[in-house]
């Protein structure tokens, strides 16, 4: 059982706080990845359970040891850098070992480990190599097999993907997936990139400026966000916002210009008269004929299209609504001229309703 | 057709006089060297005539006498060979030790007045060694280091300790603070991260702070010719004095023991070139 804890965790540097008090738990074989924009401190909560980082305030357990005053190697832990960190003195087959080498295994145990991880990576042919004579992919795959030849309590990742093209991250965003469902093991995983963090987790913990906004799995986060940060920032394209005014016979009227149902999850949490944000994802504003046909609540709505950008199966249009730009997705593209005018259809019970003021979601 | 000719002789103007520059550079730096060499293996004579003669004649004149006894104009060769060997190593690996270990905690750490003792220790680097040299020569006389191997190897690791901070400091700044990182999650203390990852890879930029602490401990004279007395602690610097008498200077003397001094140096640069090249570009990207 290798549950992580996080109880209050704090780091300050001097006189500025980067996390405040996070509360976390991180359940056995979770894939659990902390995601948010840079500086939002998720690199710096993983790097205090790495023990690179002293904590300032609060408490990290590993497994069900206190881990706040052990040395890293005491934690039973691997890292995966951004950088990789390979050690570029040694070869592919020392690089790996090396953990096992430090902890002073036998020979026989060393070769047996590394050529186990190597096979799993597939990097059988690369073991004598220097790390320079790599490429970025196989640079990364090493970096994964030393993390794996440790036979860790947690995997730890720092953004370990951000170094490769998107062809690539593509391909090791899957490698990564498929390690954990053969080694089975916590993995806590730290990106800016909220696509991997839909694609790769079990539980993502949304972050923002040393807080936690929002804990849940990939579709709670897009389907529940529980306010506009996390509405904007998970889902591509992201969320769009109009500012919207309720009134009191049901509706929201959006920049003074156009009305709207109250969506039904909102209805009893808005009162009249109040300033609040209407939200929608392009998924949910589709062209009529060319929409998966939802049942529920359905608006009218016509809007010009100002611009399109075909991604082959689907065509994303740039509408004005209210006067604002507000994108669409087109299943079953046909061409569309700038300028034309389409009707949608807008899926209301997939509509969200935040608080203007603090942008918090209004919902049952 | 025609411009394209004129295009070619001013490349190919260019082009000669960058040669003629780089010859004419070359040659100041190393024409006194040569000199030496070439004046070693000519008698004295040829030395000081006047105008010079301009076809050398060959001898080993200078080398015998310096290898033969005191009376003929000899020198204890090999015990200042030795005197600079056991001064130079000794004081090199003393500076590159504690060197490194600043230059590390200059490149790794944060400490209050970081700053401070970093512009403090280049400051010490601007005053000129010979200023110290009186105030050296009674604090030694005082507590009995003149004349001893341990007084000038102290001076030396003084004299060089804030150039391979300097140095090594750049190094280690070039290194990837993941490096140690990921060592210590594998399993190393701090001290194991260090020696097995940190220093392997910043061995070029050591072996050039190396060079430079043992080429300045080897060559230093002004010092050393105060602080040392006798046989049992003169350097070869130091020794070449041993040339001048009263009233002449055995020029041939001189040169053939500088030669002696000049190819140690020489074959431990050639030898350690590709470290020192790597070493100094690796480092030199610092900003």
């Given at each position: 059982m290798t549950e992580v804890t996080l109880n209050r965790v704090v780091k300050r540097y001097g006189k500025h706080e980067a996390v405040h008090g996070v509360d976390l738990k991180i359940h056995d074989g979770e894939f659990l990845v902390l995601v948010g924009p840079s500086g939002c401190g998720k690199s710096t909560t993983l790097r205090m359970i790495a023990g690179l980082e002293d904590i300032s305030d609060g408490e990290i357990s590993i497994g069900n040891r206190i881990v706040n005053e052990l040395p890293p190697r005491e934690r039973n832990i691997s890292m995966v850098f951004q950088n990789y960190a390979l050690y570029p003195h040694m070869t592919v087959c020392e690089n790996l070992g090396f953990t096992l080498r430090i902890a002073k295994q036998p020979e026989a145990e060393i070769e047996k480990a590394v050529k186990k991880a190597a096979g799993i990576l597939g990097l059988d042919g690369l073991l004598e190599r220097k790390p320079s004579e790599l490429s970025g992919g196989e640079r990364q795959r090493v970096a994964m097999g030393r993390a794996i030849v440790r036979r860790p309590d947690v995997f730890l990742f720092d953004e370990?993907?951000?170094?490769?093209d998107a062809k690539l991250r593509t391909q090791m965003r899957v490698e990564i997936k498929k390690l954990h469902h053969r080694v089975g093991n916590t993995i806590i995983y730290v990106t800016h990139d909220q696509v991997e963090a839909m694609t790769l987790a079990d539980r993502i913990v949304l972050m923002r400026d040393g807080h936690i906004v929002q804990v849940g799995t990939p579709m709670e986060l897009f389907n529940n966000p529980v306010n506009t940060f996390s509405a904007t920032f998970i889902g591509s394209p992201p969320m769009n916002l109009i500012d919207g005014v309720v009134t009191d016979v049901g509706t929201i009227i959006l920049r003074n210009s156009l009305t709207v149902p109250i969506p039904a999850v909102a209805r009893k949490q808005v009162v009249s008269g109040q300033q609040v944000q209407f939200g929608f994802r392009a998924d949910n504003l589709m062209p009529i004929g060319h929409a998966v046909e939802e049942p529920g609540e359905l608006a009218n709505l016509e809007l010009p299209v100002s611009l399109t950008e075909p991604l082959g199966t689907e065509t994303l249009l740039f509408a004005e609504l209210a006067g604002q730009e507000v994108q669409a997705k087109m299943l079953n593209p046909r061409p569309v001229q700038p300028g034309e005018t389409i009707a949608f259809h807008l899926v209301l019970n997939k509509c969200h309703v935040f608080d203007a003021g603090n942008g918090k979601a209004l919902r049952d | 057709m025609n411009r394209n000719q004129t295009h070619r002789s001013r490349r190919w103007i260019l082009k000669s006089l960058h040669l003629l520059g780089l010859f004419l550079i070359m040659a100041v730096i190393c024409i006194p060297g040569l000199w030496i060499v070439l004046n070693s293996f000519r008698p004295t004579v040829e030395i000081m005539a006047k105008p010079p003669v301009w076809t050398p004649t060959f001898t080993l004149d200078h080398y015998r006498a310096m290898f033969g006894g005191a009376g003929e104009g000899g020198v204890p060769v090999f015990q200042y060979f030795r005197n600079s060997l056991i001064v130079s190593v000794a004081s090199t690996v003393i500076a590159i030790l504690i060197g490194m270990g600043g230059g590390y905690a200059f490149a790794r750490y944060r400490f209050r007045f970081k700053n401070g003792y970093f512009v403090g220790l280049m400051l010490f680097r601007a005053v000129p060694g010979v200023a110290l040299s009186l105030p050296l020569f009674i604090v030694f006389a005082l507590v009995g280091l003149i004349d001893t191997h341990i007084g000038l190897i102290l001076v030396y690791v003084a004299m060089n300790v804030p150039f391979t901070i300097w140095l090594t400091d750049g190094f280690f700044r070039q290194i990837p603070k993941e490096f140690h990182e990921a060592a210590e999650i594998d399993g190393c203390t701090r001290w194991q991260a260090f020696w097995k990852v940190e220093f392997p890879v910043a061995r070029s930029g050591v072996a050039a702070a190396a060079i430079f602490a043992f080429l300045t401990s080897w060559n230093e004279f002004a010092l050393a010719s105060q602080l040392t007395r006798s046989v049992g602690s003169k350097t070869m610097p130091v020794g070449l004095l041993d040339f001048t008498a009263e009233f002449t200077i055995n020029w041939g003397g001189m040169c053939a023991l500088a030669v002696l001094m000049i190819l140690p140096a020489l074959i431990l640069t050639f030898l350690v070139q590709k470290h020192l090249i790597a070493g100094l570009t690796f480092g030199g990207v610092k900003g």
């Amino acid at each position: 059982m290798t549950e992580v804890t996080l109880n209050r965790v704090v780091k300050r540097y001097g006189k500025h706080e980067a996390v405040h008090g996070v509360d976390l738990k991180i359940h056995d074989g979770e894939f659990l990845v902390l995601v948010g924009p840079s500086g939002c401190g998720k690199s710096t909560t993983l790097r205090m359970i790495a023990g690179l980082e002293d904590i300032s305030d609060g408490e990290i357990s590993i497994g069900n040891r206190i881990v706040n005053e052990l040395p890293p190697r005491e934690r039973n832990i691997s890292m995966v850098f951004q950088n990789y960190a390979l050690y570029p003195h040694m070869t592919v087959c020392e690089n790996l070992g090396f953990t096992l080498r430090i902890a002073k295994q036998p020979e026989a145990e060393i070769e047996k480990a590394v050529k186990k991880a190597a096979g799993i990576l597939g990097l059988d042919g690369l073991l004598e190599r220097k790390p320079s004579e790599l490429s970025g992919g196989e640079r990364q795959r090493v970096a994964m097999g030393r993390a794996i030849v440790r036979r860790p309590d947690v995997f730890l990742f720092d953004e370990p993907l951000s170094n490769l093209d998107a062809k690539l991250r593509t391909q090791m965003r899957v490698e990564i997936k498929k390690l954990h469902h053969r080694v089975g093991n916590t993995i806590i995983y730290v990106t800016h990139d909220q696509v991997e963090a839909m694609t790769l987790a079990d539980r993502i913990v949304l972050m923002r400026d040393g807080h936690i906004v929002q804990v849940g799995t990939p579709m709670e986060l897009f389907n529940n966000p529980v306010n506009t940060f996390s509405a904007t920032f998970i889902g591509s394209p992201p969320m769009n916002l109009i500012d919207g005014v309720v009134t009191d016979v049901g509706t929201i009227i959006l920049r003074n210009s156009l009305t709207v149902p109250i969506p039904a999850v909102a209805r009893k949490q808005v009162v009249s008269g109040q300033q609040v944000q209407f939200g929608f994802r392009a998924d949910n504003l589709m062209p009529i004929g060319h929409a998966v046909e939802e049942p529920g609540e359905l608006a009218n709505l016509e809007l010009p299209v100002s611009l399109t950008e075909p991604l082959g199966t689907e065509t994303l249009l740039f509408a004005e609504l209210a006067g604002q730009e507000v994108q669409a997705k087109m299943l079953n593209p046909r061409p569309v001229q700038p300028g034309e005018t389409i009707a949608f259809h807008l899926v209301l019970n997939k509509c969200h309703v935040f608080d203007a003021g603090n942008g918090k979601a209004l919902r049952d | 057709m025609n411009r394209n000719q004129t295009h070619r002789s001013r490349r190919w103007i260019l082009k000669s006089l960058h040669l003629l520059g780089l010859f004419l550079i070359m040659a100041v730096i190393c024409i006194p060297g040569l000199w030496i060499v070439l004046n070693s293996f000519r008698p004295t004579v040829e030395i000081m005539a006047k105008p010079p003669v301009w076809t050398p004649t060959f001898t080993l004149d200078h080398y015998r006498a310096m290898f033969g006894g005191a009376g003929e104009g000899g020198v204890p060769v090999f015990q200042y060979f030795r005197n600079s060997l056991i001064v130079s190593v000794a004081s090199t690996v003393i500076a590159i030790l504690i060197g490194m270990g600043g230059g590390y905690a200059f490149a790794r750490y944060r400490f209050r007045f970081k700053n401070g003792y970093f512009v403090g220790l280049m400051l010490f680097r601007a005053v000129p060694g010979v200023a110290l040299s009186l105030p050296l020569f009674i604090v030694f006389a005082l507590v009995g280091l003149i004349d001893t191997h341990i007084g000038l190897i102290l001076v030396y690791v003084a004299m060089n300790v804030p150039f391979t901070i300097w140095l090594t400091d750049g190094f280690f700044r070039q290194i990837p603070k993941e490096f140690h990182e990921a060592a210590e999650i594998d399993g190393c203390t701090r001290w194991q991260a260090f020696w097995k990852v940190e220093f392997p890879v910043a061995r070029s930029g050591v072996a050039a702070a190396a060079i430079f602490a043992f080429l300045t401990s080897w060559n230093e004279f002004a010092l050393a010719s105060q602080l040392t007395r006798s046989v049992g602690s003169k350097t070869m610097p130091v020794g070449l004095l041993d040339f001048t008498a009263e009233f002449t200077i055995n020029w041939g003397g001189m040169c053939a023991l500088a030669v002696l001094m000049i190819l140690p140096a020489l074959i431990l640069t050639f030898l350690v070139q590709k470290h020192l090249i790597a070493g100094l570009t690796f480092g030199g990207v610092k900003g």
